[in-house]
């Protein structure tokens, strides 16, 4: 009995110790609110520097939900390769840090983070476009261009009857 008490207690305490994503922490933020978290997420967006740390934004890997990290140590800055955006993915990182549903120093929901972990590296994404496209792309100019060519011909010719 004891045994499973402990294991209950363990568990209960974990849940609130520790968020698997960003949805849980958005979805219950009163639950996680001054406690220590630890999330995996994408990093997108740029490194806004502020004169003690820097603020980078993370996206649930799954879902398109964004939450501002505030990081004191600057080195971490350097670390970070990618950011991610259209053109590129981001590096992932297991960020374990305070979650703040209002934080009184920042005045909005952060994670203040005090250890990341760089899980896997960003990318550059390679964009290909499909032969269809373009084939379409350039026949459609042609036609463009053959149209614009009879309008103005029509209008040389209307102008002089």
């Not at 922490?25 to 406690?35: C, E, V």
């Not at 060519?149 to 040389?156: E, P, Q």
Request: glycine content about 4%; some cysteine; charged content about 30%.
């Amino acid at each position: 009995m004891r045994k499973f008490v402990f294991f209950l207690f363990f568990y209960f305490f974990l849940f609130n110790l520790y968020a698997h994503n960003l949805e849980d922490l958005l979805k219950n933020p009163s639950l996680f609110d001054k406690k220590v978290v630890e999330i995996e997420a994408e990093v997108v967006g740029e490194p806004l520097k502020e004169k003690d740390g820097i603020w980078i934004n993370v996206k649930d890997r799954n879902k398109d939900i964004v939450l501002g990290v505030f990081i004191k140590n600057t080195l971490w800055q350097k670390r970070i390769t990618h950011y991610g955006s259209y053109k590129e993915r981001g590096d992932i990182l297991k960020i374990k840090g305070v979650f703040h549903l209002f934080c009184p120093q920042h005045k909005t929901t952060d994670i203040h983070a005090h250890k990341i972990e760089i899980k896997e590296e960003g990318f550059l994404r390679e964009e290909k476009i499909p032969s269809f496209k373009i084939k379409l792309s350039f026949i459609l100019g042609i036609i463009c261009l053959t149209l614009a060519l009879i309008y103005l011909i029509k209008n040389r010719i209307w102008k002089r009857r």
